[in-house]
């Protein structure tokens, strides 16, 4: 089984800046593409932005020039840094990954998507 944690949510004001982090942990054989999508009430769950297992890196149009993704493959981990806040990126942010648990799996170029739980972020004064 495979667990993915994200943590460094919070309150922040506009114009601040906060870092999630995403461990992803369990039967995990290869990574491929890392993700954080994100989900404001009343709204549909949007790709913010993707990290390849070769660290290409896409964003949203909304978050372009703010938020940068990375990861860290020998920990597991992606993270988004998110400078210039403003109040409509408030929502709660996911993680998203492309795993293969086994080098059979691996192989056959296969990959499950894992979700994590979720972290809130708000930005208001």
């Known amino acids: 089984q495979v667990q993915l944690v994200e943590s460094g949510g919070g309150l922040v004001q506009p114009g601040g800046s906060l870092t999630l982090s995403c461990a992803a942990s369990g039967s995990i054989f290869n990574i491929y593409a890392m993700r954080w999508y994100r989900q404001a009430p009343g709204n549909q769950r949007e790709l913010v932005a993707t990290?390849?297992?070769?660290?290409?890196?896409n964003y949203a149009d909304s978050v372009k020039g703010r938020f940068t993704i990375s990861r860290d493959n020998a920990k597991n981990t992606v993270y988004l840094r998110m400078n210039s806040l403003k109040p409509e990126d408030t929502a709660v942010y996911y993680c998203?990954?492309?795993?293969?648990?086994?080098?059979?799996?691996?192989?056959?170029?296969?990959?499950?998507?894992?979700w994590g739980q979720g972290t809130q972020v708000t930005v208001s004064s």
């Open positions: 990290i390849t297992s070769g660290v290409g890196t």
């Open positions: 998203n990954a492309d795993i293969a648990s086994d080098r059979l799996t691996y192989s056959q170029g296969r990959a499950t998507a894992y």
